[in-house]
């Protein structure tokens, strides 16, 4: 029943710190996605289309369109983090990545990751895996 399939829903978010959305339409943010999901030793990000019905719901303070050309990480607060600084919060979940994501922090280093991410959105159409990956941008 209904009661009970929230019930479950809310005890697994509860193990995870992060919710991070993502264009699952696009081959490249899919491929993203997986090595998050391979990475992700201790089980902390919880991965969510952009599209997945429920993501209003359990997320109602975003908007589809701010979805659309950047991945978020939602924490558990509701404090979401868009673009680059989504990145950033999410290689500092992944053990492989927290060390890099350490650098992520220096001064400067938003300035031009925010450049960078904006250009690999922009152009990720590009970088998707097969030629039959589409991309809601491209």
């Known amino acids: 029943n209904g ?3 929230s019930k479950s829903m809310a005890a697994k978010m509860t193990s995870y710190t992060r919710t991070v959305v ?4 696009c081959g490249f943010c ?3 996605e997986r090595f998050g999901r391979r990475w992700d030793w201790f089980h902390r990000l919880d991965w969510k ?3 997945d019905p ?6 109602p303070q975003i908007q589809g369109e701010e979805t659309q ?3 978020l990480s939602i924490r558990r607060d509701g404090r979401v983090y868009g673009g680059f600084f989504a990145v950033r919060d999410i290689f500092l979940h992944l053990p492989v990545t927290f060390l890099p994501a350490l650098f992520m922090y220096l001064p400067g280093a938003s300035f031009f990751g925010v450049r960078v991410y904006g250009w690999i959105s922009k152009n990720r159409h590009h970088f998707g895996g097969k030629k039959t990956d589409s991309c809601s941008l491209g």
Request: no cysteine.
């Open 22 to 25: 993502f264009d699952g339409d």
């Open 69 to 71: 050309n950047r991945m």
């Open 54 to 59: 429920q993501l209003k719901q359990l997320f």
């Open 49 to 51: 289309k952009r599209l």
């Open 30 to 32: 899919r491929r993203w």
């Open 3 to 5: 009661a009970n399939r």
